[in-house]
């Protein structure tokens, strides 16, 4: 166990809609990072919040939008739904800005019909 | 080249040792990173070395890094089938954090 945890484990809609997605860092931890993975593109980072803050950004569309709360935990915001959406979607936290390790959750699968 | 490169499949017997490699396109990468990921989960990260160490072994892994060739190598040793995912490599540098894609290792009986 990681100590990120991530909801919902699998989300399943259509094209068009939006949906949002759920991080937990581990406690103490104060980067979340938001990756997507799927089988053409592998492991791609999308975003990096610090401490609420916006810190870097990836290849993340317009269409999607992130941000972290006061007590840390983040959303990822997926709007417009395409059917080449449907991936993986990771969230990471490591404890600083992102010079120590990233601990992994374990992903919400979205399925785009 | 721009991406993190890493051979695809790997097959060994039970037993083994197993020995994945990666190329890494920054040499002034800060860290680098082996992750390993089982069917369904996320990626669970193994082992990691700073960027002025040559070696780090811990227990049956060890990962070796030779940096004027930007190639990083993870060595698993007496290879089980619980072994049996894809481990990625990755590089840290100036908030860029890059993986590769994954070498799907077979552990066969």
């Known amino acids: 166990d990681s100590g990120v945890t991530q909801t919902p484990k699998h989300l399943i809609t259509a094209t068009g809609q939006r949906v949002t997605l759920r991080c937990s860092p581990r406690s103490g931890d104060l980067s979340v990072y938001w990756y997507q993975q799927s089988l053409d593109q592998g492991l791609q980072f999308l975003i990096q919040y610090y401490n609420g803050e916006e810190r870097a950004k990836g290849n993340i569309l317009e269409r999607f939008s992130a941000q972290q709360f006061p007590d840390l935990h983040s959303e990822l915001n997926l709007s417009s739904l395409e059917l080449g959406d449907s991936a993986l979607y990771f969230c990471a936290s490591s404890p600083s800005q992102g010079d120590q390790p990233q601990h992994f959750g374990d992903g919400t699968r979205l399925s785009i019909l | 080249g721009e991406d993190v490169e890493q051979s695809l499949f790997l097959s060994v017997r039970e037993g083994d040792s197993s020995v994945i490699n990666c190329t890494y396109t920054?040499?002034?990468?800060?860290?680098l990173y082996w992750y390993k990921q089982e069917p369904g989960a996320g990626l669970q990260l193994l082992t990691y070395?700073?960027?002025?160490?040559d070696m780090k072994q811990d227990q049956r892994l060890t990962v070796l890094l030779n940096k004027k060739d930007k190639h990083l190598s993870l060595r698993i040793a007496d290879t089980q089938t619980g072994d049996s995912a894809i481990y990625f490599c990755a590089e840290y540098n100036n908030n860029d954090m890059r993986f590769g894609a994954g070498t799907r290792l077979t552990v066969k009986p």
């Open positions: 920054d040499s002034s990468s800060t860290y």
């Open positions: 070395i700073f960027s002025n160490m």
